[in-house]
């Protein structure tokens, strides 16, 4: 079994432009919390390479030095047995490129050297929705009564009626919800605001919610977070992911199941319903139409799949006549 080798300390330099690149990745460019995690670690993974090798200044970087540390980032093990896969590769390649093109346009480097190196090839993994049925199997999974029962109902719903990021999810506040108008308010992606539509069956779980569970979360203290945990506070994102993991498994539903399985269901169950596609661009609170275009292909391979089943003469080849 091999382990991993811990990647040297980057030169200190090199981390203090990475730190202020990241600054301005959050103050002017406004993007969110996890997404400068991300970015940190995936510096920290180049920078420590780079230190690997004596490279301790921007100057000392060629594109060369990059290419190789693409080539040895795939073939490294995060994990016993566990390598990076293209599409992380291309995503830390993605933060190299910000990183270095900052640089140039700050006027600390001559020159970019991670912009003529070319991105891997990512394979386009069509998004896992659930069927209705799986879906409405998934929300009988949660006790009828209790006050955990109450909040997790209300998380379920809220995902699958709004089709939210988790982050978007357990960012809400109290005030984000207007009930009597039937819709939510999140912050998503480069924290652009957006107002989404949910049904009734979200309302009554969140009317339900908090009426009679978030009352006796909160235990007298004043807390704005809508979904709060059994100690009153803001539900994280890992325990969304853990109450979602029990009732898939309550469900019966072996294939993995994560709350972006949820916001996928929304969208395809959407267009299947016969929703337009920029409609659903604006509920997904997508930048470019063309990320919600994946989701056609999804309707696309289904309508193929009932379209085989059902159609006498789908897969019978012609009569030749003599």
């Not at 203090?16 to 997404?35: I, K, Q, W």
């Not at 490279?55 to 995060?78: H, K, T």
């Not at 209300?154 to 109290?174: K, P």
């Not at 945990?229 to 029990?246: D, I, S, V």
Request: proline share 6%; aromatic share 6%; net charge positive.
């Amino acid at each position: 079994m091999t382990t991993p080798t811990p990647e040297p300390l980057p030169a200190r330099r090199l981390e203090r432009l990475a730190d202020r690149f990241l600054d301005y990745l959050a103050v002017e460019r406004g993007l969110a919390p996890n997404t400068i995690a991300a970015y940190r670690r995936d510096l920290r993974l180049y920078l420590g390479d780079l230190a690997g090798r004596g490279i301790s200044a921007e100057g000392q970087v060629g594109e060369r030095d990059v290419a190789e540390f693409l080539g040895r980032l795939r073939e490294r093990e995060y994990a016993p047995g566990r390598c990076y896969s293209s599409a992380t590769v291309a995503r830390v390649l993605a933060a190299v490129r910000g990183f270095h093109r900052y640089l140039v346009r700050e006027g600390v480097a001559a020159v970019d050297p991670a912009g003529p190196v070319g991105s891997p090839r990512v394979p386009r993994a069509l998004p896992k929705a659930l069927s209705a049925e799986e879906v409405e199997e998934l929300l009988a999974a949660v006790p009828a009564d209790g006050i955990a029962a109450g909040r997790d109902r209300a998380i379920l719903e809220t995902l699958y009626a709004a089709g939210l990021r988790i982050s978007e999810l357990t960012g809400l506040d109290v005030d984000d919800t207007d009930l009597d108008d039937a819709t939510i308010r999140c912050l998503g992606k480069g924290s652009k605001e957006r107002v989404v539509p949910v049904g009734r069956a979200a309302v009554e779980a969140l009317r339900a919610y908090l009426t009679q569970a978030r009352p006796s979360l909160t235990k007298g203290r004043p807390e704005p977070a809508l979904f709060l945990n059994a100690r009153g506070r803001r539900l994280t994102r890992q325990g969304c992911w853990k109450l979602l993991k029990k009732y898939a498994s309550r469900a019966n539903l072996t294939r993995r199941i994560s709350p972006h399985t949820l916001r996928h269901s929304f969208a395809t169950h959407l267009l299947d319903g016969g929703a337009d596609i920029r409609a659903v661009q604006e509920l997904l609170g997508h930048a470019s139409v063309s990320t919600t275009q994946v989701y056609t292909l999804v309707n696309r391979d289904r309508l193929r799949a009932v379209y085989d089943s059902a159609h006498p003469r789908a897969k019978r080849p012609p009569a030749h006549r003599t």
